[in-house]
């Protein structure tokens, strides 16, 4: 069973930054994975934030576009979101997903908590 742990969350105020951090482990293949970071703001469903595939594409949802950046680091097992000019909307509960692009097997993180706030 893959294992996601995500670090990096915490507080910080508008314009801020912060970089959150997901590593696999009891994983194989892990190039072979879309890697993921979703976010879960109050009162709202979980919504994707931004994605990378296997090959490299990204892909960002528009309120983080220009502003947030996923890259991955195969050797190690990890992604990570850089997030740039947070705004109190980014205020949620940040969460890694992994999905085998060979057997569509899909993992979730435990989450971490990112505020935005004065």
């Known amino acids: 069973q893959v294992q996601l742990v995500e670090s990096g969350g915490g507080s910080v105020q508008p314009g801020g930054s912060l970089i959150l951090s997901c590593t696999a482990s009891k994983v194989n293949n892990f190039p072979m994975y879309n890697m993921g970071w979703y976010r879960r703001i109050p009162g709202k469903q979980r919504e994707l934030v931004a994605d990378?595939?296997?090959?490299?594409?990204?892909v960002y949802a528009v309120p983080v576009k220009g502003r947030f950046t996923i890259s991955r680091d195969n050797d190690n097992n990890t992604i990570s979101l850089q997030m740039s000019d947070l705004m109190p909307d980014d205020t949620a509960i940040y969460y890694c997903?992994?999905?085998?692009?060979?057997?569509?097997?899909?993992?979730w993180g435990q989450g971490t908590q990112v505020t935005v706030s004065s």
């Open positions: 997903n992994a999905e085998s692009t060979l057997t569509w097997s899909n993992y």
């Open positions: 990378i595939t296997p090959s490299g594409i990204t």
